[in-house]
């Protein structure tokens, strides 16, 4: 009885498909069904052949150098096998949403409060200017806040839970206020039948047993800016009289979290070209007791001697592939952390709309200045050009608006045909807009980081979800 083959009729290899391997582990991702196949170095071969070649028709094992190796009976199972892959709807699919998506009206589900345009720190690498975006040191008036909170309530129409984060700046340095909209948000979203969630990004510098009660009481989500090793912290995290602030910053930190039992928070950290051996920043808060790790790019132009380039993108993949390993060690010897970026979901995450739009800058998400000028993000914020409306009158720039809302991966030449496109949502608005000046051309700095981010989290997905490692001869496998 003849084999069953598969189809390989219409497969956009580039768009549809990634394979490729890390610390030694061979992996497929069908990237529209969401599906990662672990494989053997027999499939890899094959796969590998089938896609330089870019085959139209269904493949025979006699047609394929990988015969001459493996012969033609493993060959065969292996066909046999991508078809049977295929078959279950988790190999060579298509992408079905590309020729009818329409993105979501405008509907707003969160607000990035500006409470404080002045900072108690001078960060070497801050994009804010030192906490002011380039403007006048200024805090929010509550009376702003309180009509930044009405507007999300009404602009979200029927969503039931709606998102406000705490951002500057420094936000604690205008701690009244933000303790006065946590009650007035609440008592409004409950009177109209909502949930209003809270989230603080803090230097920590601030904090204090008043404050980090209060934070601990009302359920407040805190994002914590440690950048690792002191050396590194202190390199550009840096007091108002130029200090390094790890020593000041640490003790506050750990008391704080020690008295809200280490639970809803991130320590988020940054790298730059001055650590690209970050593992050992993450080694650093993971000895200190952090469980919940995220560590990001820096934001800056490539003139800066600190920014990313192109030419660092080799050494920033192996590093991740290094984190992913220490990763997946500190899990097997009972001293497990997350890490924000690699706790991927690649089949029940995000919605399409999501993964197409990724944060919502300028439709589901806007950023709130002091004054209350609306802007699609935090990274936006005092940029004229961006400038959306106020919370007092709404968006009223509606043709910049729809800017944003048509700035989806299907309408960005470069993504569109990018396997890592449902998985990075077209990459950063404002990264884009710096780099090449446009909402529909990303940063090829950004998405080279991503696509290495994203290759290592998938390994440590395919490590974590299976039991055993295909050993040479053994066929596919699919990670569950």
């Known amino acids: 009885m003849a084999r069953k083959l598969p189809d390989l009729k219409g497969i956009d290899w580039q768009a549809d498909l990634h394979l490729f391997t890390c610390n030694g582990l061979h992996l497929l991702l ?8 672990v494989l053997d170095d027999v499939a890899k071969e094959v796969l590998n052949e089938l896609m330089e070649g870019a ?23 292996v066909l046999e096998e991508l078809a049977r892959c295929q078959e279950e709807g ?26 404080s345009h002045d900072c108690n ?40 839970r709606v998102e406000v984060d705490f951002f500057g700046g420094e936000p604690l340095l205008n701690f009244p206020v933000v303790r006065e909209l946590v009650f007035y948000g609440r008592s409004k979203a409950r009177d109209l039948g909502k949930e209003i969630r809270f989230t603080l990004t803090t230097n920590g510098l601030a904090l204090n047993k008043e404050i980090g009660d209060f934070l601990n009481s009302e359920g407040i989500s805190v994002i914590l800016s440690l950048d690792g090793r002191p050396e590194t912290n202190d390199r550009y995290r840096r007091t108002n009289r130029g200090q390094g602030s790890y020593h000041r910053v640490l003790p506050r930190i750990k008391y704080f979290l020690e008295r809200r039992g280490y639970q809803d928070y991130w320590v988020r950290g940054t790298y730059t070209r001055d650590n690209l051996d970050f593992t050992d920043d993450v080694r650093h808060l993971v000895e ?7 560590l990001e790019p820096v934001v800056a132009p490539p003139v800066y001697p600190y920014a990313l380039r192109m030419e660092d993108i080799n050494t920033i993949r192996e590093e991740y592939r290094r984190l992913a390993s220490f990763y997946l060690e500190a899990r097997s010897k009972g001293r497990a952390f997350e890490f924000f970026h690699f706790n991927l979901e690649l089949n029940g995450g995000p919605c399409l709309a999501k993964r197409l739009h990724g944060c919502g800058a300028g439709v589901s998400y806007l ?11 935090h990274q936006l914020v005092g ?13 009223t720039r509606k043709e910049l608006q729809e800017e944003f809302r048509q700035a989806h991966v299907y309408n960005k030449p470069r993504c569109l045909r990018c396997w890592a496109r449902f998985y990075c949502s077209g990459g950063c608005h404002a990264a884009a807009l710096a780099s090449t000046g446009t909402l529909r051309e990303p940063d090829p700095v950004a998405c080279a980081v991503q696509k290495a981010r994203l290759e290592a989290a998938l390994y440590v997905l395919a490590r974590s979800r299976i039991n055993f490692l295909p050993e040479a001869g053994s066929k596919a496998c699919q990670v569950e």
């Not at 988790?90 to 409470?115: I, K, N």
């Not at 030192?130 to 009405?150: E, R, T, W, Y």
């Not at 200190?288 to 995220?294: A, C, D, E, Q, Y």
Request: glycine share 12%; proline share 5%.
């Open 288 to 294: 200190l007791g952090f469980r919940f790790i995220s």
């Open 367 to 377: 950023a709130v200045s002091p004054e209350g000028e609306l802007y699609p993000c």
């Open 55 to 77: 085959r139209d028709l269904s493949p025979s094992a006699e047609a394929l150098k990988a015969t001459g190796r493996w012969g033609e009976e493993r060959v065969a199972e």
């Open 90 to 115: 988790s190999l060579f699919t298509r992408d079905l949403a590309a020729g009818w998506y329409r993105p979501p009206e405008a509907l707003l589900q969160g607000l990035c409060l500006h409470v």
């Open 121 to 160: 720190m001078r960060c070497l690498y801050c994009f804010a200017g030192g906490g002011s975006f380039g403007g006048q040191k200024n805090l929010m008036p509550l009376s702003v806040g309180k009509a930044a909170i009405d507007f999300l309530l009404t602009a979200s129409g029927p969503r039931r």
């Open 383 to 395: 940029q004229e050009d961006f400038r959306l409306g106020h919370v007092e009158t709404g968006v």
């Open 30 to 37: 069908d990237v529209n069904s969401g599906a990662l196949h």
